[in-house]
Antibody, heavy 121, light 112 residues
Framework: QVQLVQSGTEVKKPGASVKVSCKVS????????ISWVRQAPGQGLEWMGW????????NYAQKFQGRVTMTTDTSTSTGYMELRSLRSDDTAVYYC??????????????WGQGTLVTVSS | QSVLTQPPSVSGAPGQRVTISCTGS?????????VHWYQQLPGTAPKLLIY???NRPSGVPDRFSGSKSGTSASLAITGLQAEDEADYYC????????????FGGGTKLTVL
């Protein structure tokens, strides 16, 4: 069965960086992309960007460009999301999700359990 | 401010039918991009509920249905059950944002 398992809770100080991992199983990693979505406390879902599992191509939301880097390690079927220059409003649960794409859009059919990142001095 | 607009809340009694709207524009839903819906139970990760405007993944009850017309989409839930109380999000893509994924702001469904 498809599973995405994320790394654990992080507590960071303002200005620091965080790197969240997402290890997948149950499907061929290179056949799908991974999107990252975050959810601030009590707020809605926010798409951060996407990375191809095949060639590492990325597409970042404008809001995060210059501050986020998404990478993959095909040897371990793991995706990574690094966010730099953290601010208090980056406090959120960060999710990875498998991208399933058709000719008319992509959707997220399997999700990780989420990683809480708290940014506090 | 979300690119896709949803009502903040809807409610209904057990057994009733409710609908949740998702309004976009000519650069996302109106551009022909599909709409997808997710259900998020409290304290859990979102779960895919409807994909490609109207398709249900295996295991999703047929009480849930989706539709799309023009620049809007809707999620309908019939035969409301207490377990349906959750947050619901629509999602699509937007060509004006370099193909970025976009979500609605979410709708809290309360089963009275």
């Amino acid at each position: 069965q498809v599973q995405l398992v994320q790394s654990g809770t992080e507590v960071k100080k303002p200005g620091a960086s965080v790197k969240v991992s997402c290890k997948v199983s149950g499907y061929i990693f290179v056949n799908y992309g991974i999107s990252w979505v975050r959810q601030a406390p009590g707020q809605g879902l926010e798409w951060m960007g996407w990375i191809s599992g095949y060639n590492g191509n990325t597409n970042y939301a404008q809001k995060f460009q210059g501050r986020v880097t998404m990478t993959t390690d095909t040897s371990t079927s793991t995706g990574y999301m690094e966010l730099r220059s953290l601010r208090s409003d980056d406090t959120a649960v960060y999710y990875c999700a498998r991208d399933y794409c058709t000719s008319t859009s992509c959707f997220f059919d399997f999700w990780g359990q989420g990683t809480l990142v708290t940014v506090s001095s | 401010q979300s690119v896709l607009t949803q009502p903040p809340s809807v409610s209904g009694a057990p057994g009733q039918r409710v609908t949740i709207s998702c309004t976009g524009s000519s650069s996302n839903i109106g551009a022909g991009f599909d709409v997808h819906w997710y259900q998020q139970l409290p304290g859990t990760a979102p779960k895919l509920l409807i994909y490609g405007n109207r398709n249900r993944p295996s295991g999703v009850p047929d009480r849930f249905s989706g539709s799309k017309s023009g620049t809007s989409a809707s999620l309908a839930i019939t035969g409301l059950q207490a377990e349906d109380e959750a947050d619901y999000y629509c999602q699509s893509y937007d060509s004006s944002l370099s193909g970025a994924g976009v979500f609605g702001g979410g709708t809290k469904l309360t089963v009275l």
